[in-house]
C-alpha cells in the first residue's frame, strides 16, 4: 500500500533527485530488499507520468496573452503618472483600466496590492534615511540620477522667469533662479528631486560640458553648517541665505564652484537691494 | 527597463497562469489574477535582485491567488485538514464540467484540484513547475523538510483518490 514509514520521506526525495549520493545510495540498497517502498515507487512513478503527460500544464490562452502585454505596456506609459493621480481616476485601481472591467471582489484585494507598493514605497525612504547615508551623499546620488535620465529637467528653458514661476505650486517655497550666462554658467532648466525625506527644487546650470545641480529647500536650524565637500569625484558646495539652504553639486572644478556661489550670492543681493 | 522586464517574466507567463489556475480553481478569476501579478511584479521590479525569475514571479502569483481567495472566501480555506475536497460549485457546473469526464488531461487536472492546501501548490510547483525543493521552499515560505512532507501527503491523498475511482 505504502512505504514503510521509516522511508516515506527518503523515498519522495529519491523520487525528487532531491538526495545527496550517500543516501541515495542507502535507499538504492533498501529498495532491493523492500516489496513496499519498491511497489510505492512504481506507483508514484506512474501518478508522476500521468501528472507531466503532455496537456496538463495549462498553456495561457492567446487573448489573455494579449490582454497582460497591452496592459503593461499600458503601466510603463503611465508609470509617469502618479499613483494618486491613477486611483482618483478609477475607483479600485489599475485591474479597471486593463481592458474590460473588473469584477468588484476585485476591489479589496486590488487595494491590498496598492497598500503593499505603498509599503514598499516607505521601506524604501526609510531606508534612504538610515543613519550613515549623509544628506551629500544624497546629493551626489540625485546629480549622478539626474546625468543618467533622459530628462535632467523638468522645464528645460534658459529664461529664469520660466523657471521660477514652474516652481509655484510644486514646491511650498519660491527658489530664487538667476541668469548667470554672461559669467558663462548658463542656465539649462529646472525639476523637482527629493533629497532629505522632501521634495526640493533642483536648478540645473551648465559650465562648458559640465552639469551643475543646484538643490535649494526651506534651511532649517536642524542642518549642520554647510562645508564644502568632495564625495565620489563631485564636488559640493553649499550656502544659505533668504532662509534657503542650497547645495550646488558638480564635476567642475572646486573653485568654479566656488566662483559660481559667489555669482548667485551676489545675485541675490542685488535682489534684495533692488527691493523686490 | 521596458523591454527588459517582459524579456525576464512573459516566458513565465504558462507557469504564472498554470499555478493560478490550479491555486484559485477558477478560470475568469485566474485571468485576473495572473494578470495583477505581473503589474505588481512590474511595480515591484525595482525591489528584483537578481536570482530565479520564475520563482520570484511565482511567489507574488502565489501572493495574488490568497489576496484574490481571502477576499472571495473570507477565512474559510483557513482550515485544512488533508482531505480530499470536493470541487467549488463554480468548476463543477462551469462550461469546464461536459469536458472534465472526457479527456484524462482534464482527469487529472480535476484529480490535482481536489487536492486540499497547501498540498496542491506544493505539488503543482513540484510536478508541472518541476522546481526543487530549496525553490519550493523560497516561493511557500517554509522549510524544506515541510515540502518534501506536504508533496507525500500530496501524493499519498492522489494514489488513494487514484484507487477509489478506478
Known amino acids: 500500500m505504502s512505504a514503510c514509514a521509516d522511508h516515506e520521506l527518503l523515498l519522495q526525495g529519491y523520487l525528487d533527485g532531491e538526495l545527496d549520493a550517500a543516501n541515495t545510495m542507502t535507499f538504492e540498497a533498501h529498495l532491493q530488499t523492500c516489496v513496499a517502498c519498491s511497489a510505492e515507487l512504481e506507483r508514484l512513478a506512474a501518478l508522476r507520468r500521468r501528472i507531466r503527460a503532455p496537456g496538463v500544464r495549462y498553456e495561457v490562452p492567446e487573448q489573455l496573452r494579449a490582454r497582460i502585454e497591452g496592459a503593461l505596456r499600458r503601466e510603463m506609459v503611465d508609470d509617469r503618472r502618479t499613483d494618486s493621480e491613477e486611483r482618483g481616476r478609477i475607483p479600485g485601481g489599475r485591474v479597471s483600466s486593463a481592458g474590460r472591467p473588473a469584477r468588484r471582489v476585485f476591489v479589496p484585494w486590488v487595494l491590498s496590492g496598492a497598500v503593499a507598493a505603498l509599503a514598499a514605497c516607505l521601506a524604501f525612504v526609510m531606508f534612504v534615511r538610515l543613519p550613515g547615508i549623509t544628506i551629500s551623499d544624497e546629493l551626489v546620488a540625485s546629480h549622478v540620477r539626474s546625468l543618467q535620465v533622459t530628462h535632467i529637467t523638468d522645464v528645460l528653458t534658459s529664461d529664469q522667469h520660466v523657471v521660477k514661476p514652474w516652481f509655484a505650486g510644486k514646491v511650498a517655497f519660491s527658489p530664487p533662479v538667476y541668469e548667470l550666462s554672461d559669467a558663462g554658467f548658463p542656465l539649462v532648466g529646472g525639476r523637482l528631486d527629493y533629497v532629505g525625506g522632501k521634495t526640493v527644487s533642483a536648478i540645473v546650470y551648465r559650465r562648458r560640458q559640465h552639469v551643475i545641480n543646484l538643490f535649494v529647500w526651506p534651511a532649517s536650524s536642524a542642518e549642520i553648517a554647510a562645508v564644502p565637500s568632495r564625495r565620489d569625484g563631485y564636488n559640493l558646495v553649499g550656502w544659505r541665505q533668504g532662509g534657503l539652504q542650497f547645495w550646488a553639486v558638480s564635476d567642475v572644478d572646486p573653485l568654479e564652484l566656488q566662483r559660481f556661489r559667489g555669482l548667485f550670492m551676489a545675485h541675490a543681493g542685488d535682489a534684495a537691494r533692488d527691493g523686490e | ?166
Open chain 2, 1 to 166: 527597463m521596458g523591454p527588459r522586464f517582459e524579456e525576464l517574466f512573459l516566458p513565465h507567463l504558462d507557469a504564472a497562469y498554470g499555478l493560478a489556475r490550479f491555486i484559485a480553481r477558477d478560470a475568469a478569476a485566474a485571468d485576473d489574477i495572473v494578470q495583477e501579478s505581473f503589474l505588481r511584479a512590474l511595480r515591484s521590479f525595482g525591489t528584483y535582485r537578481g536570482g530565479d525569475t520564475r520563482s520570484w514571479l511565482l511567489a507574488i502569483v502565489r501572493n495574488c491567488c490568497f489576496d484574490w481567495s481571502r477576499s472571495v472566501r473570507g477565512a474559510q480555506s483557513a482550515g485544512t485538514d488533508a482531505e480530499l475536497e470536493s470541487l467549488p460549485d463554480e468548476c463543477s457546473d462551469g462550461p469546464e464540467t461536459s469536458v472534465v469526464r472526457r479527456g484524462e488531461i482534464d482527469e487529472v487536472r480535476a484529480m490535482i484540484q481536489r487536492l486540499p492546501e497547501p498540498f496542491r501548490e506544493t505539488l503543482v510547483l513540484r510536478e508541472l513547475e518541476e522546481l526543487s525543493y530549496k525553490e519550493i521552499a523560497q516561493i511557500t515560505g517554509v522549510p524544506m523538510g515541510t515540502v518534501m512532507s506536504r508533496l507525500a501527503r500530496a501524493r499519498n491523498l492522489l494514489t488513494r483518490d487514484l484507487e477509489q475511482r478506478r
